[in-house]
């Protein structure tokens, strides 16, 4: 191997590895709150994050972009809540956060993550502060009578 193409293989090495790694932390911190809402909503609830794909409905710029997108969403019954978008690097940070894609699109970003404590940090103010967007939700959720289960003719089973 010459020395370029060893000194390209180290770079994406570690380009990956710092992407792997900010991804890691991100799905971490989700999974974490994603209990934490389970559990306060006795399992009506969860949070979910997910990838957004270019062509699921979404703004077509992001087939262009570099970037990979995440979607935090809180899922309960059929009703799915957009909560915060992440947009992470091919170098993993800074991970930027934005309300929305469109808001993405312009470059119109909420917060800069710099490091797993960042992200972290974040979510703890997200599920501190009374007027955010996940704590209204759940808060709206928590108001109404959980759903009873529907019977069907299937759950009368005689013998």
């Given at each position: 191997?010459?020395?370029?193409?060893?000194?390209?293989?180290?770079?994406?090495?570690?380009?990956?590895s710092?992407?792997?790694?900010?991804?890691?932390?991100?799905?971490?911190?989700?999974?974490?709150?994603?209990?934490?809402?389970?559990?306060?909503?006795?399992?009506?609830?969860?949070?979910?994050?997910?990838k957004?794909?270019?062509?699921?409905?979404?703004?077509?710029?992001?087939?262009?972009?570099?970037?990979?997108?995440?979607?935090l969403?809180?899922?309960?019954?059929?009703?799915?809540?957009?909560?915060?978008?992440?947009?992470?690097?091919?170098?993993?940070?800074?991970?930027?956060?934005?309300?929305?894609?469109?808001?993405?699109?312009?470059?119109?970003?909420?917060?800069?993550?710099?490091?797993?404590?960042?992200?972290?940090?974040?979510?703890?103010?997200?599920?501190?502060?009374?007027?955010?967007?996940?704590?209204?939700?759940?808060?709206?959720?928590?108001?109404?009578?959980?759903?009873?289960?529907?019977?069907?003719?299937?759950?009368?089973?005689?013998?």
């Amino acid at each position: 191997m010459n020395d370029l193409e060893e000194l390209l293989q180290k770079t994406l090495q570690k380009a990956a590895s710092n992407f792997d790694k900010a991804v890691k932390d991100l799905t971490e911190a989700a999974n974490a709150i994603s209990h934490a809402v389970i559990n306060q909503t006795k399992t009506r609830a969860r949070i979910v994050l997910e990838k957004v794909k270019s062509g699921d409905g979404v703004l077509g710029w992001i087939s262009l972009s570099r970037n990979t997108y995440f979607r935090l969403t809180i899922n309960f019954g059929q009703l799915n809540q957009d909560i915060v978008f992440f947009e992470v690097p091919p170098s993993g940070y800074p991970i930027l956060t934005a309300q929305s894609l469109s808001l993405m699109e312009e470059d119109v970003y909420e917060r800069t993550l710099q490091d797993k404590q960042s992200i972290t940090n974040f979510f703890k103010e997200m599920v501190s502060d009374p007027e955010s967007e996940l704590v209204m939700r759940l808060l709206q959720l928590m108001r109404e009578p959980p759903e009873k289960p529907s019977k069907s003719e299937d759950d009368d089973v005689s013998f």
